[in-house]
């Protein structure tokens, strides 16, 4: 069981090298049930325009991965959280990671076939998020529903970039 990282990369960019390489997770673990994990990152990219590329790295939530981010957010426009409703307290520590740090963000709550369904406002409640963070609804597995949500987070930086800043000059 996973968030679908791996699928949206791959899904919804034009050349990707998916990392999906599965590794089994001891039964002594604190996994949840998983029987696998991703032990890598994904990587695909967009070409928007020829002198505008978009680069996208997929990594997974687990805490021996954390390392990683800081790098991944130097330069980075921002993330998506990719959001699974059966493990919502796994978003906790990149949501909290993303806040601290001011880079903006959305959540997409990945709606798979055996998990419940919430309205987005539920999902802001359970992950206490400010109504500054858009949170949306998707399919890994679809491709316009993957660009819906990378649509949505270049708006939200767009917006983020634009407006005041308190204690800033204008």
């Known amino acids: 069981m996973e968030s679908g990282e791996c699928r949206w990369v791959d899904v919804v960019a034009a050349r990707s090298i998916p990392a999906c390489w599965a590794w089994p997770v001891s039964p002594c673990s604190s996994s949840g049930g998983k029987t696998t994990t991703t032990v890598a990152l994904d990587f695909g990219r967009i070409t928007i325009a020829p002198d505008l590329v978009l680069y996208l790295f997929g990594t997974p939530g687990q805490d021996r ?25 796994d978003c906790f520590a990149a949501v909290d990671y993303f806040e601290s740090r001011r880079i903006p963000f959305v959540v997409a709550v990945n709606c798979f076939d055996d998990a419940d ?11 206490d998020l400010s109504d500054a963070v858009p949170v949306l609804l998707c399919d890994a597995r679809d491709r316009n529903s993957a660009k819906h949500v990378l649509i949505c987070l270049l708006e939200h930086v767009m917006a983020v970039a634009a407006a005041p800043h308190p204690g800033l000059p204008g």
Do not use: Q
């Open 65 to 89: 991965f954390w390392f990683m981010w800081n790098e991944l957010s130097s330069g980075a426009l921002g993330p998506v959280v990719l959001a699974d409703t059966r493990r919502l307290s």
């Open 117 to 127: 369904i919430y309205a987005g406002d539920e999902v802001r409640g359970a992950l």
